[in-house]
């Protein structure tokens, strides 16, 4: 049975580093491993009237992939210390009744940034977050891909090998862990 990962990307940008990495994944995952990439661009800003007058198509369709998939992926840049806005309005939206998807959802994070420091401020802040809709976090490895400029070539694709292992070992991880909470019966 194929392991079903939802991959999402907190850059919108057509040339985002961490979209890249969520490719290189995709070309990284074990076998029996299908990832897919949310689009979060389409989503309106959260607002509660919004949500009140019926959850928008875009948000129930977000919704029920994650619902569908067996993990999350997370890939990350860091904006001002902390989540991007359309990560985070995105998580906002998919955290509102009836049945947020990430209730006991596992969940892997990582994040591309051009500094040294590989958004390693931003994914605690997003640890918390994900700490409030109850999800399983993989705990490690850490996944801080810095000096995003070395790491990708012209057309977007890895080309660090140090790199692919931590994305490789971050994948095995959460499927690991999606065995120990969710264990499979067929
Ligand atoms: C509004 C804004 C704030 C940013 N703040 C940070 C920051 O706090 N730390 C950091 O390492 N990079 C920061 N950056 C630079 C991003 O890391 C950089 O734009 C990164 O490549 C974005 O990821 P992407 O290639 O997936 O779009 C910021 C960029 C923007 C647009």
């Known amino acids: 049975m194929t392991f079903k990962v939802l991959a999402i990307s907190g850059s919108l940008r057509q040339q985002s580093t961490n979209t890249m990495a ?14 897919e990439i949310a ?6 800003m959260y607002d509660d009237d919004l949500n009140a ?5 875009s948000v129930a369709q977000l919704k029920a992939k994650i619902r569908a998939a067996d993990a999350v992926l997370i890939s990350t840049p860091e904006y001002n ?34 500094g040294p420091l590989g958004t390693a401020r931003v994914q605690y802040h997003l640890r918390q977050v994900l700490v409030y809709m109850n999800t399983f976090t993989v705990n490690k490895p850490e996944v801080f891909i810095g000096q995003s400029a070395s790491k990708f070539d012209a ?5 660090d090998a140090l790199t692919g292992q931590f994305i490789t070992d971050l994948l095995v991880s959460l ?5 120990r909470v969710a264990p499979r019966t067929q």
Do not use: C, H, Y
């Not at 969520?22 to 990832?35: F, S, T, V």
């Open 53 to 57: 007058a019926g959850e928008p198509p």
């Open 22 to 35: 969520l490719r290189a994944a995709q070309d990284l995952a074990p076998g029996g491993m299908e990832i």
């Open 39 to 44: 689009d979060i661009a389409a989503l309106p």
């Open 175 to 179: 499927r690991r862990l999606a065995e």
């Open 155 to 159: 057309n977007g694709r890895l080309t």
């Open 81 to 114: 210390f902390s989540i991007p806005g359309p990560l985070k309005n995105a998580l906002d939206w998919v955290s509102r009744p009836p049945e947020p998807p990430f209730d006991g959802k596992p969940v892997a994070i990582m994040g591309v940034s051009p």
